[in-house]
């Protein structure tokens, strides 16, 4: 059930949020249909959730990244379809924020996509290919140019989530195919790889001209930062002029090294961390972790470390910011509108997938978090705020199967709103403050 409310957003003069004229107007011609419950998750008091689309992608539920056009269309990455294109394109011709057009189109499935200079970008997991959105009606018209191909092929970590920034690059993540580069994936006990192979061509973020077509990555790429096993989220920040990623950390540390780590230290060791990148950049992957209880870059049982042994000091970077591990950061953007208040204006909002191997414990996850920032950097390396919650259903989640959503992609619309997609059902919530 919907309530279907009358919104003027005369709550922009009070003290708690700023706005401008294009979005308050945009704001009081809407009806928006919130729905009973936030559409099943939980939302800080004075925020509520209009559901967008209950279904995106029917029985397959594969959404990934989201992005939302300057008119408030909104294209959704698929990871897999049956019988279908790969892009879901919606639209709302009635203004309650529900999408009451739905149509679909591409060869190419995938994670990430975002719009650049008129252009729609998807990267299925080995290339970056654009549609152009000159006299799109919804869905582009144009055929599509492969702007990036050659990407290492790769079972694991194969997603390939990208950015813009400010001077028309484009930054892209190429994840480790492996764990922590063992001799033996996966393999208690076998040793590390040193060197490790996947440095040369993976496990960082590479830059390319975000407006050349036909790059490949070893004759058009630049290694922008390495030792990053995975971003499973990667943004710019106009701001500030700077690259942003979230790492998804290790696993199995007590599976494969169980004589140094007991199950609850492995867990929620090691950390996902939050990066703040700059060209040159190492991060440390596979050689260290991060042990956020710590606070410190740890060795790698798989090149000699006990747990108790830190990384060389000074030859890797550190995060930002910390969370427990295996929580899967899968989206990062920084919160730029004037739609919610203003204590939200340039924080960063991260999107957790959930965990799969913390078992026998709970997994974790599952859930939005808010990282206020004080100018380039968060206020605190520990502080975050649970944003959106109740994605899983239960408070006792045994397998990822088991939760109702997963929170995947993030984006913000052109009034403010905040968009969450869900990859299990294709569940798409649109989060608008209300004061209410």
Same mark, same amino acid.
């Given at each position: 059930?919907?309530?279907?409310?009358?919104?003027?957003?005369?709550?922009?003069?009070?003290?708690?949020?700023?706005?401008?004229?294009?979005?308050?107007?945009?704001?009081?011609?809407?009806?928006?249909?919130?729905?009973?419950?936030?559409? @099943? =998750?939980? *939302?800080?008091? /004075? +925020?509520?959730?209009?559901?967008?689309?209950?279904? %995106? $992608?029917?029985?397959?539920? #594969?959404?990934?990244?989201?992005?939302?056009?300057?008119?408030?269309?909104?294209?959704?990455?698929?990871?897999?379809?049956?019988?279908?294109?790969?892009?879901?394109?919606?639209?709302?011709?009635?203004?309650?924020?529900?999408?009451?057009?739905?149509?679909?189109?591409?060869?190419?499935?995938?994670? @990430? =996509?975002? *719009?650049?200079? /008129? +252009?729609?970008?998807?990267?299925?997991?080995?290339? %970056? $290919?654009?549609?152009?959105? #000159?006299?799109?009606?919804?869905?582009?018209?144009?055929?599509?140019?492969?702007?990036?191909?050659?990407?290492?092929?790769?079972?694991?970590?194969?997603?390939?989530?990208?950015?813009?920034?400010?001077?028309?690059?484009?930054?892209?993540?190429?994840?480790?195919?492996?764990?922590?580069?063992?001799?033996?994936?996966?393999?208690?006990?076998?040793?590390?790889?040193?060197?490790?192979?996947?440095?040369?061509?993976?496990?960082?973020?590479?830059?390319?001209?975000?407006?050349?077509?036909?790059?490949?990555?070893?004759?058009?790429?630049?290694?922008?930062?390495?030792?990053?096993?995975?971003?499973?989220?990667?943004?710019?920040?106009?701001?500030?002029?700077?690259?942003?990623?979230?790492?998804?950390?290790?696993?199995?540390?007590?599976?494969?090294?169980?004589?140094?780590?007991?199950?609850?230290?492995?867990?929620?060791?090691?950390?996902?961390?939050?990066?703040?990148?700059?060209?040159?950049?190492?991060?440390?992957?596979?050689?260290?972790?991060?042990?956020?209880?710590?606070?410190?870059?740890?060795?790698?049982?798989?090149?000699?470390?006990?747990?108790?042994?830190?990384?060389?000091?000074?030859?890797?970077?550190?995060?930002?910011?910390?969370?427990?591990?295996?929580?899967?950061?899968?989206?990062?953007?920084?919160?730029?509108?004037?739609?919610?208040?203003?204590?939200?204006?340039?924080?960063?909002?991260?999107?957790?997938?959930?965990?799969?191997?913390?078992?026998?414990?709970?997994?974790?996850?599952?859930?939005?978090?808010?990282?206020?920032?004080?100018?380039?950097?968060?206020?605190?390396?520990?502080?975050?705020?649970?944003?959106?919650?109740?994605?899983?259903?239960?408070?006792?989640?045994?397998?990822?199967?088991?939760?109702?959503?997963?929170?995947?992609?993030?984006?913000?619309?052109?009034?403010?709103?905040?968009?969450?997609?869900?990859?299990?059902?294709?569940?798409?919530?649109?989060?608008?403050?209300?004061?209410?």
């Amino acid at each position: 059930m919907r309530q279907k409310l009358i919104y003027p957003l005369v709550i922009c003069l009070t003290a708690f949020i700023s706005c401008n004229t294009d979005n308050r107007s945009q704001m009081e011609t809407g009806q928006f249909s919130f729905a009973e419950n936030n559409g @099943g =998750i939980v *939302l800080p008091d /004075g +925020f509520q959730a209009v559901v967008v689309a209950e279904e %995106v $992608v029917d029985s397959v539920g #594969e959404a990934r990244y989201i992005t939302v056009n300057d008119n408030g269309d909104v294209y959704v990455a698929l990871r897999r379809t049956e019988n279908r294109p790969g892009v879901a394109a919606l639209r709302d011709t009635t203004g309650d924020g529900v999408a009451d057009r739905l149509e679909y189109f591409g060869d190419y499935t995938g994670t @990430g =996509i975002g *719009l650049h200079n /008129g +252009f729609l970008y998807i990267a299925p997991d080995t290339a %970056v $290919v654009r549609y152009s959105m #000159e006299n799109a009606d919804l869905v582009p018209q144009s055929e599509p140019e492969v702007v990036l191909s050659g990407l290492p092929e790769q079972s694991g970590h194969a997603s390939k989530p990208f950015t813009f920034d400010n001077q028309g690059n484009l930054y892209i993540n190429v994840g480790a195919p492996s764990n922590a580069c063992q001799e033996e994936s996966r393999t208690p006990g076998s040793r590390g790889q040193d060197p490790c192979p996947d440095l040369e061509r993976q496990a960082g973020i590479w830059q390319f001209d975000a407006d050349e077509v036909n790059q490949t990555q070893q004759e058009d790429g630049v290694r922008y930062a390495t030792g990053i096993r995975n971003s499973g989220g990667i943004t710019w920040n106009s701001e500030h002029s700077q690259l942003y990623s979230v790492q998804h950390g290790r696993d199995q540390l007590h599976t494969l090294w169980p004589d140094i780590y007991t199950s609850e230290q492995s867990a929620e060791l090691p950390a996902e961390e939050f990066f703040k990148i700059n060209e040159g950049d190492n991060f440390g992957w596979p050689y260290t972790y991060y042990d956020h209880q710590k606070g410190q870059k740890m060795t790698n049982p798989e090149y000699g470390g006990d747990g108790e042994t830190p990384a060389p000091e000074g030859e890797y970077k550190d995060p930002i910011a910390a969370f427990p591990g295996h929580w899967a950061p899968n989206n990062l953007i920084f919160y730029s509108g004037d739609q919610f208040p203003d204590r939200y204006k340039n924080g960063a909002f991260i999107a957790f997938h959930g965990s799969w191997n913390r078992a026998p414990h709970p997994q974790e996850g599952y859930k939005v978090v808010f990282v206020p920032f004080d100018g380039d950097e968060p206020v605190s390396s520990s502080d975050y705020e649970v944003f959106a919650d109740g994605f899983a259903g239960t408070s006792s989640l045994r397998s990822p199967g088991d939760a109702d959503y997963r929170p995947m992609g993030l984006a913000e619309g052109p009034d403010g709103s905040l968009y969450i997609s869900d990859s299990t059902q294709g569940k798409l919530w649109r989060i608008i403050y209300t004061g209410n």
